[in-house]
């Protein structure tokens, strides 16, 4: 069986290694001269198994009014005259309700934990160097308000299996001594020391390297899909902006944001939105940081040291579709994460801004397309693509070869 994969993104490289290694012939096309180079590459580095609550959640209608109102706000909500964002707006209001997100945070646990599981089988097998760390993860919070209702929370990840330690602010310092400059203005944290960090770009990378060696698969950088070619209700071929075309018995569509035109082209509509983000990359050495990883909760600022680099990851913004770094806000997360730990020195930081592929209820996409019997979607990852690739991969791997999955692809079946 011949399967080509279109997105070399960590959802498309690791799709590409669910195939190839079952013995599928597999073609990986990117439009990028290399892998990870779209929403992958310069992400908060956190596989945050344990922490999965999709963004549309029962407290974001009292917070609206912040977003729309201060600019200084982590997550920024621009109107455009776009009725795409409109759809996308209503269906994530909708999806703003205890009993959806919770049973959403659910449905993300399962492929959370099955991802992790994955992950740790590839690496026993064949390890990836990509500052992969089981450090666990910090939640700091800044208001004795919110620790309390993140202490409520406990109980309920506890019973879905998560273990988890509230710390008082001098428990938290002792824990890690590198928020010690800012102990005044914490309240107290969640400590989970089962989380995880690495490189998103360089775990995707080593593994589409390994791709090529071990398993034969054909990469095909540089390489910008203009269309799908349908006939009798199959992909018979896919068409390159080059006039090249590749032919192959299955299709997997896994482009990121890039899925939605090529969807939309064949009739169907996916609802994808793009959730702008930030990092800032830092050498290690230059000052203390961190050596767990940390998330600043009510700036949702996540910090995680990544091999010898210190990743800050940072904002959402609905509506900003422009690929550039805005400086004014690049600017905030840098004052916002020196507050957090002022040794930190900002001239060699590296800003980088992606585009997140989200859904409105927060949930990926997983299976088979409605547009064609032979084309499978692995798309929407939203603000979690690591820490879900492994898991999304291998239940998209299992429905194509049609074994037996591992956990319910019910909640992630896509209705386009
Ligand atoms: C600031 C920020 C921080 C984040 N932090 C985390 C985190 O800490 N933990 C976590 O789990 N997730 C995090 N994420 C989310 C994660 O990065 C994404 O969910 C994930 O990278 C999505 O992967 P993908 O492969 O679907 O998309 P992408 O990485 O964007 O890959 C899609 C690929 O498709 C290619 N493509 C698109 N259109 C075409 C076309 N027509 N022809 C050929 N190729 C095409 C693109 O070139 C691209 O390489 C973060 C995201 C951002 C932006």
Redesign the pocket.
Known sequence: MHACV????????TTAWQLARQGWQVTL????AE??????????????YSYVAPLAGPGVLPHLPVWLLNPNSPLRFRLRADPLQWRWCLQFLQACNARTASATSAQLLSLSYLSRQVLHDLQQDTPIDFGHARNGKLIVYRTPGLLAKARAQLALQADLGSEQQLLTTEQLIEREPALAPARATLAGAIYTPSEE?GD?ARF?QGLAQQLATLHQVELRPQ????QLDRQDGRIRRILTTTGESIEADQFVL??????R??LAALGVHAPLYP?????LSLPCRQAQVPAISVTDYERRT?Y?KLGDTLRI???VGIGTLEQGIEAGRIALVKRQAQALLPHLQMESAQA??????ATPHGRPLIGRSRAADNLWL????????????CGSSHLLGSLMRDTAPAIDPTPFRPDC
């Open positions: 279109i997105g070399a993104g960590v959802i498309g490289v096309v990117d439009s990028a892998p990870a180079s779209g929403a992958s590459h310069a992400n908060g580095g956190q596989l945050s960090s998103c995707t390489t910008v899909i203009r896994a482009a990121g944001m890039g899925s035109p090529l959730l702008k983000g930030y990092s996540v995680a990851a940072a904002m980088w801004s992606g585009l997140r592929p692995n798309i929407g990852h939203g603000a979690l693509g690591f820490t879900l690739a």
